[in-house]
Each structure stands twice: as structure tokens, then as C-alpha cells.
């Protein structure tokens, strides 16, 4: 039987505001052939470092290979994913999971363009990345990976401004659980819907709207994949959604199946990679 490991990291003091979690995820190898290989979208973009073997993903239709020591970016992700071990073999990886207010803050890129894909950073930002990518192949434990990690990520932070209308939208949609409509964000803020959508695409790669409708289904599957009773359940579907319908959509749209379905492949990595 594959056996997992998810080791949580406290970020760097100044990296905190920014980072919805970071961890090391290890495996022995790949799971059964049978088990689903789920992640639901949870609106973070991730930073991955693959320092032992590599990842396979896909999202939606496409494919993508996370290489041994190749650091990627996977933009904001609202289409299932699956994923394994590239070799049935050992695997270590290190994931950074930027939240809503932290990706732009750190990365300037037109988000837009990684929406719903994994690229390598260093054919994003070049030179800087080819000699990070050097150090942190050539570092002797992982504590010294996370730290040079994080130092490039400090050092970025400082260069970039915060955005804060747009970080006064995310904040309500977030505290809103998505909620809160668009017409209530251009009334508080004195913006048009399409002046934030623009900003969106600018900072995150996608909309308030589509953002909202993440963190919505987010509360949803957090409770699921936890195994809440029914009752709860229950009660999450007819807060967060007009009706059964409105919600079996939203479920096959993140999950690409049915909570029937679902229910009989859930697995640790579906459970843990998502959750805190």
C-alpha cells in the first residue's frame, strides 16, 4: 500500500499574509491504478519543487510533468486535477500555496496566461530561477531547500506594491465564504464590474465572480471530503446554493463526477492535499 507523507512548514514571518499553507508532501510511490488521484481547486496558485522524482498531472484535458528539480508555477486552477508520482518510485516535493492576496504580490506575470496550467519558472523569469533551481539542487536537506525557497520569495516580495481595491475585494470574498455579488463589490468599492474584472485577470487570472464561486463549492468539500455528517452537508448545499441542481452542477464542474460517485474513490491525498 502507498504511503503518504504531509509535513506542514511554517512560512517565514514576512511570506505569512501571503501564503495559504505550506508543506512537503512524500510518497513511496503511486497509488493503486484504480484509486482516483483527485485535487479539487481551492483558488491558491502553488510554487512546486519536485526534489525527489517528479509529478504527473493533468488538468482538465491537458498534461503536464513536474521534473526532478525543475520549480513550477500552476496558476489558479478551476478545473479538476489529477496527479501521481512520474516513476513508481519515491517522491519528494515541496509546495507553496499562495493565496488570493499573495501570488501577485510576489510573481509581476500576466496570470491570465497560467490560468489552468503548471508552467516552469525558470521560462518565466529566466536567469534568476536557472541559479535558484542550482542551489536548490545542490542542497543537502530539505531545511535548507525551504530556506532558500523562501529567501527568493522575501526577496521578490519586496519589489511589488500592494493593489488595495483588489486586495479589499478578495478580503469580502473571502469573509463572505462567495457570497457576496458583484453588484455589492462596484457599491463599496465605486467600481464598475468591468473595471474588476479587469483588475482580477490582472492579479489572479480570473474574475470575482468565478473566485466566488470557488470558495463557495471550497466550503462545501472541505466539510465532505472531512467526512461531515449528512445533516451538515446538507445544510452547506442549501446555504451556499439555490437549489439541488444549482450544486450538482458546481460539483461536477470542480470534482469531474458525482458526490455518489466520489464517495467510493475518496482518498487520503483528496482529503489532505486539500485541507489545511
Known sequence: MTAFRFIPVTPHPSLNPYVAKLWVFESSGRLPALERKLIVPNANLKLTLCYRNGIAASVGDKSFLQRENELTLTGLIDEPVTLDPHEDAQTGTIIVEFNQ??????????????????????DLFGNGVRELKSQLAEAGNLNLKLQLLQGFLIKRLEAIAPDLIYDYCINRI?????????????????????????????????????????????????????????????????????DQSHFLRAFKRFTGTTPTELEKSINELSTRNFTS
Open 101 to 122: 492576496l499573495g501570488a501577485y504580490r510576489i510573481f509581476h506575470l500576466s496570470f491570465a496566461e497560467v490560468k489552468n496550467h503548471i508552467v516552469e519558472m525558470e
Open 174 to 242: 473571502s469573509d463572505s465564504k462567495g457570497l457576496i455579488s458583484i453588484s455589492e463589490l462596484e457599491k463599496e468599492t465605486g467600481y464598475s464590474s468591468r473595471w474588476l474584472q479587469r483588475k482580477f485577470l490582472e492579479h489572479l487570472g480570473t474574475g470575482p465572480k468565478n473566485l466566488a464561486e470557488i470558495i463557495r463549492f471550497k466550503q462545501f468539500y472541505q466539510a465532505y471530503s472531512t467526512g461531515a455528517p449528512s445533516h451538515d452537508l446538507k445544510q452547506h448545499i442549501y446555504h451556499y446554493y439555490y
